[in-house]
């Protein structure tokens, strides 16, 4: 069990880019008009939750 890794519900996605600027990592990508985490290099640093304005993105575990 690693650290929780963050993730997109796209439903609620509005592809304003805010997660893929600030991800340390470059884990973000948008992939078919959504932003997209890659668990492999998500650090769950947890910047991108706090900077998603509509609370898009989640931890697996928080
Ligand atoms: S938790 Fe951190 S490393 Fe993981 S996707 Fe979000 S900003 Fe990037
Ligand atoms: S910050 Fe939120 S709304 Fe903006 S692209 Fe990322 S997940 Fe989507």
């Not at 880019?17 to 948008?30: K, R």
């Not at 947890?46 to 998603?52: D, E, G, H, L, M």
Request: aromatic share 4%.
């Amino acid at each position: 069990m690693g650290k929780p890794k963050a993730e997109v519900d796209v439903s609620n996605c509005l592809a304003c880019g805010g997660c893929i600027s600030v991800c340390p990592n470059d884990a973000i990508s948008m992939c078919a008009g959504k932003a997209f985490v890659d668990k492999d290099k998500c650090i769950s640093c947890a910047i991108c939750i706090r900077t998603c304005p509509v609370g898009a993105i989640r931890g697996e575990d928080y």
